[in-house]
Every structure is written in C-alpha cells, then in structure tokens.
C-alpha cells in the first residue's frame, strides 16, 4: 500500500507556471506506474498525465491532448516523488488535481489506479 500527498497548487494568472509534487511513502514507489488526475466543479475526474514505473534507458509518459506541450510529468524515484511541471496555464486548467498510483502499466482512467492522494486546488484567474 502507498500514501499520497499532493502539494504545490495554488492561485496563478493565465499564462503563468506551476508545479505539483506528489510525495508517496509506505510501499516500494517505484514499483508503480503513476498518474495525475484532475477535477473541475461540476465534472468527472479526469486523465491529465501518467509515467511508467522504473524503465531500464527512459519513462514512458503519456498525456491528455488538452495539455500536451504544455504539462510535463516527471518522477525522482530516490525521492519517492512525482512531479507535474505546468505552463502555459489557462483558465480551464482550474480544478482539483490528483496523483495516483497503479499496479498495471500504462493506464489513463482513473477506475485503473488502485491509490490516490487527497488533491491540490488549482485556480487559473487573473
């Protein structure tokens, strides 16, 4: 089992750069693939960004095409963190992000992630 702690959100204007972390413990952190998730008001939660667990040369990543060029997702596994470094914000950007892990590879609904953090409110306003 692994706990989550999402961090990092925050106000910023449109236009502007934020960056989560996801600090895991209590299980082998790189032994799971791992997600950001997300929710707006009103919404069903969804795929943001998601990374493979330990590679042998490099991550796999894959991303949402709303935010693809834009987010990038990135793990230290000595750290036991997974990051989602955002630009280029944009008002529909606002919600609630979540990180999750998962035990199966390559995943991109949020049924398919077996842990989630509590999230992190981000809000694109001037």
């Known amino acids: 089992q692994v706990q989550l702690v999402e961090s990092g959100g925050g106000l910023v204007q449109p236009g502007g750069s934020m960056r989560l972390s996801c600090a895991a413990s209590?299980?082998?952190?790189?032994?799971?693939?791992m997600g950001w998730f997300r929710q707006a008001p009103g919404k069903e939660r969804e795929f943001v960004a998601a990374?493979?667990?330990?590679?042998?040369?490099?991550?796999?990543?894959n991303y949402a095409n709303s935010v693809k060029g834009r987010f990038t997702i990135s793990r230290d596994n000595a750290k036991n963190t997974v990051y989602l470094q955002m630009i280029s914000l944009k008002p529909e950007d606002t919600a609630v992000y979540y990180c999750?892990?998962?035990?199966?590879?390559?995943?991109?609904?949020?049924?398919?992630?077996?842990?989630w953090g509590q999230g992190t409110q981000v809000t694109v306003s001037s």
């Open positions: 209590g299980s082998t952190f790189s032994s799971y693939d």
């Open positions: 990374i493979n667990r330990s590679g042998s040369n490099s991550y796999y990543t």
């Open positions: 999750a892990a998962t035990y199966r590879h390559f995943r991109n609904i949020p049924d398919d992630y077996d842990y």
